[in-house]
C-alpha cells in the first residue's frame, strides 16, 4: 500500500522560511513525479510545485524565485523551501506522488502552512 507522509509545516511571519518534507514508500515501481499543492480556505487547490525524475523541475508563477523544490531519490523524499513567504502562502500544503508504470497519483494527507502578516 502506498504511503505519502507531509511534514515540517507550522506557524511563521511574512518573510520567514520553512521546509517542508514529503516521503512516498510502499510501491513496487520507481518514483516518476513528486511535487506540492496547496490549498487556502475557500479557494481550489492549486499546483505550486513538481519535480521529476531526472531531476527538471516547474513552478507555479506565484512562487517562482521564491520556493524551489528538490528530492532525494535514494529516500523517496521531496522537499519544499519555501523562502520570504507571505500571508497569502497560508494554506493546507499537499504532497502528491506518480511511479512510472501506474497511473495513479498519490496523495498525502496535508500539512498546514501559516504566515502571519
Known amino acids: 500500500q502506498v504511503q505519502v507522509v507531509e511534514s515540517g509545516g507550522g506557524l511563521v511571519q511574512a518573510g520567514g522560511s520553512l521546509r517542508l518534507s514529503c516521503a512516498a514508500s510502499g510501491s513496487i515501481f520507481s518514483l516518476n513525479v513528486m511535487g506540492w499543492y496547496r490549498q487556502a480556505p475557500g479557494k481550489q487547490r492549486e499546483f505550486i510545485a513538481r519535480?521529476?525524475?531526472?531531476?527538471?523541475?516547474n513552478y507555479a508563477g506565484s512562487v517562482k524565485g521564491r520556493f524551489t523544490i528538490s528530492r532525494d531519490n535514494a529516500k523517496n523524499t521531496v522537499y519544499l523551501q519555501m523562502n520570504t513567504m507571505k500571508p497569502e502562502d497560508t494554506a493546507v500544503y499537499y504532497c502528491f506522488a506518480n511511479f512510472i508504470g501506474d497511473p495513479n497519483n498519490y496523495w498525502g494527507q496535508g500539512t498546514q502552512v501559516t504566515v502571519s502578516s
Open positions: 519535480i521529476f525524475s531526472g531531476g527538471s523541475t
